[in-house]
């Protein structure tokens, strides 16, 4: 299966300002993610699709020169990463490059644990489903079926839409969030409109590595998380 490694990375970011070229540790955010993606033994691909300069040098010097420059149109606040892939796939296609899937690998996920990647792929492709994402545990106090939202009467209703509440911890089913570290999409998939597809696999994560850095504090996680893992 040819599958294509796509790192998302503008230019723009708000929270933590320039924070895809920003030093963590010794390195800018961006390489973490690089250096994840390269260590993949099946990612036919590594590709870093930016609008920003900068970014494309850090790329260049890691060793992944951005094979073009992502439009301003999908470099917004608003613009979703459907597009980013849908964008990717148009320009290599142009080119009568194919690839089956994608794995996007945000950078502002940096830690993942040594051959995770790999994982996720091989279980992707063993349950031939149209998507696989890595996720984590929904802590019990946040199960869904112990969650609730406001009717129409301003009541509250179950949020599973289950008529009684399941009363024993115990009892409750697995849930689980995405974490944001990969998600997997067959390319057929993406041309029509979804990320996710009908069917999604999924692998767990280890919480230890999960850091989401959207904000100075997630950035402030991030550089204590560095000192207590080994990458």
């Not at 608003?78 to 849908?86: G, I």
């Not at 964008?87 to 194919?98: C, G, M, R």
């Not at 057929?188 to 692998?203: N, R």
Request: proline letters at 6%.
């Amino acid at each position: 299966m040819r599958i294509l490694g796509l790192i998302p990375a503008r230019g723009g970011s708000k929270g933590v300002p320039k924070k895809n070229i920003k030093l963590l540790g010794k390195l800018p955010l961006i390489e973490y993610t690089i250096y994840s993606a390269r260590d993949s033994k099946f990612l036919t691909e590594i590709v870093v699709s930016t609008d920003d300069e900068e970014i494309a040098i850090a790329a260049e010097i890691a060793g992944y020169k951005p094979p073009f420059v992502r439009p301003a149109a999908f470099a917004q606040d608003t613009s979703t990463s459907l597009e980013v892939v849908q964008h990717a796939i148009a320009f290599f296609e142009s080119q009568n490059i194919f690839f089956d899937a994608v794995c996007l690998l945000q950078p502002t996920n940096p830690f993942r644990e040594k051959g995770l990647i790999d994982l996720a792929i091989e279980k992707f492709i063993a349950a031939n489903a149209d998507c696989l994402l890595s996720v984590l545990p929904i802590p019990e106090e946040f199960n869904p079926h112990w969650a609730f939202e406001e009717n129409e009467n301003g009541l509250l209703k179950i949020a599973t839409g289950d008529e009684q509440i399941i009363p024993r911890r115990q009892d409750l089913p697995k849930s689980f969030h995405r974490d944001g570290s990969i998600y997997i999409t067959k390319t057929a998939v993406i041309k029509g409109g979804s990320l996710y597809g009908k069917s999604i696999a999924y692998l767990e994560s280890n919480p230890q590595f999960h850091v989401n850095i959207d904000t100075m504090k997630d950035w402030e996680k991030a550089e204590r998380l560095l000192t207590q893992i080994n990458l």
